[in-house]
């Protein structure tokens, strides 16, 4: 078992890592770099990850894991009624937007570099499995396709994390410390998955 | 008026500009990096663009005109029925999917500077002018949020763009070349904006 002090330079290092790959992108940044941002002497990298490549992998897999963890919890039991449907709908929002949030550091260089997520083909294939519960239940309608509404799902949360600094500074709007308009922006957007835009 | 050797060296310094600052960022290029992709000499920028910044200047410019354009036609006139504002709905998602595929190599470089876009101002406001007639008519929902409608429109088409090398390699979808995933995208997302997932 690592001890406090390892881990905590462990986690600087994976800290470092996503900052600099996301600012530079992978190739431009030298290990001598990542230790010197992350404040630790230079085999480090080499005790902790084995090289370069493999402080990449293990942010990758940080990344993965903690971004849909609670997401496939949440999808793991069938809806039990059109209202927990509903419910269950607007929990996937709040955490998975939460989840981006705390992520946010590490998006930058996973949209960059666009690895292939673990957890996020487990994910898709649990919200597939949901969404055709809730349409053999009559929950949601027969003609849609599931890929189609979790690219919907993902695509909101992702660029709102995503765009965060160009939203806050041309609208004002702020959803990591906003609390009215993160509630507000859920709201509307469950309303618009749920319901769609025609009367 | 440009002669068609001028335009074409124009051009190119658009061209090269908007690959180099996409790939490392607009503070990592320097002046001879961007003339040698562009087989230009080195007072080139400074003839057409004046500097680093105006050749930067003009390509978000371009952008972001190109960009809106048709869009920004479409929405100029009120939806006539139900009918009509179903069609023109589908041809925005079409439209605006073409606009994005074509500047898609600007668009690495505007995600990561996140400039103002003023014609993305100017759509926003037709949009929003558009969804309002709609709801009046009695053909849009009453409780909608203009802002999250736009969103959820430019979201899907900004990421099916972004993720564009991403999808092919891990889905085997090429919304570029592939007309018939082209069709069934529109397709299903126009069905899912228009309608939601509940039954």
């Not at 600087?12 to 190739?27: A, D, H, V, W």
């Not at 990449?56 to 971004?67: N, P, S």
């Not at 709040?94 to 570099?113: G, H, M, P, Q, S």
């Not at 799902?153 to 660029?159: K, S």
């Amino acid at each position: 078992m690592d001890s406090p002090k390892e881990k905590s330079t462990k986690e600087r290092l994976l800290n470092s890592g996503s900052i600099l790959f996301g600012e530079k992108g992978y190739g431009q940044v030298s290990v001598r770099e990542i230790c010197k941002h992350a404040h630790t002497s230079m085999n480090m990298i080499h005790h902790y990850f084995g090289s370069k490549e493999g402080l990449f992998e293990a942010i990758v897999d940080h990344f993965d894991k903690q971004l849909f963890a609670i997401p496939i919890k949440l999808l793991a039991k069938s809806p039990r009624s059109k209202e927990d449907f509903q419910a269950k709908i607007e929990l996937l929002f709040e955490t998975t937007l939460d989840a981006y949030l705390e992520n946010k550091v590490i998006l930058v260089f996973v949209d960059r570099e666009q690895p292939k997520l673990d957890s996020l083909i487990e994910f898709s294939i649990g919200f597939k499995a949901f969404i055709e519960q809730a349409q053999q239940l009559g929950f949601a309608r027969k003609e849609l396709d599931a890929d189609m509404v979790l690219g919907f799902m993902l695509d909101r949360i992702h660029n709102q994390v995503q765009f965060l600094p160009w939203i806050k500074k041309n609208h004002g709007l702020d959803i990591e410390n906003d609390k009215a308009y993160r509630t507000r922006w859920c709201e509307a957007n469950v309303d618009l998955f749920m319901n769609g835009i025609a009367s």
